[in-house]
């Protein structure tokens, strides 16, 4: 019913930023609350960020605090997620995700449409 593409990863030095997009397609994401979450080599998929339907909350793992910045575009049915200061540690495949529910969540479980992902990597 949704479809989401990434965009946006690539190879970035320590302190470096980099901005991923997320575009939908097949449906309107205006009523979805939606996150990024992101996944390193041998480790479980983890929450980033989420935002929910009209932008007016976000949510941000601790690791991200005061670096990352989520927003949503529901007129051009994208999202984003701008990352600051990257560092090492933020190497990982990023996702997004929607989810039907009303509220956002920090649980990949709760989101039911997934973008294939986007790979960012940070040198130290």
């Known amino acids: 019913q949704v479809q989401l593409v990434e965009s946006g990863g690539g190879l970035v030095q320590a302190g470096g930023s980099l901005r991923l997009s997320c575009a939908a397609s097949?449906?309107?994401?205006?009523?979805?609350?939606m996150g990024w979450f992101r996944q390193a080599p041998g480790k479980e998929r983890e929450f980033v960020s989420y935002?929910?339907?009209?932008?007016?909350?976000?949510v941000y793992a601790d690791s991200v605090k005061g670096r990352f910045t989520i927003s949503r575009d529901n007129a051009k049915n994208t999202m984003y997620l701008q990352m600051n200061s990257l560092k090492p540690e933020d190497t990982a495949v990023y996702y997004c995700?929607?989810?039907?529910?009303?509220?956002?969540?920090?649980?990949?479980?709760?989101?039911?449409?997934w973008g294939q992902g986007t790979q960012v990597t940070v040198s130290s």
């Open positions: 995700a929607a989810s039907r529910n009303l509220l956002g969540n920090r649980n990949p479980s709760q989101y039911h449409y």
């Open positions: 097949g449906r309107p994401i205006s009523t979805y609350p």
């Open positions: 935002i929910n339907w009209s932008g007016g909350t976000t």
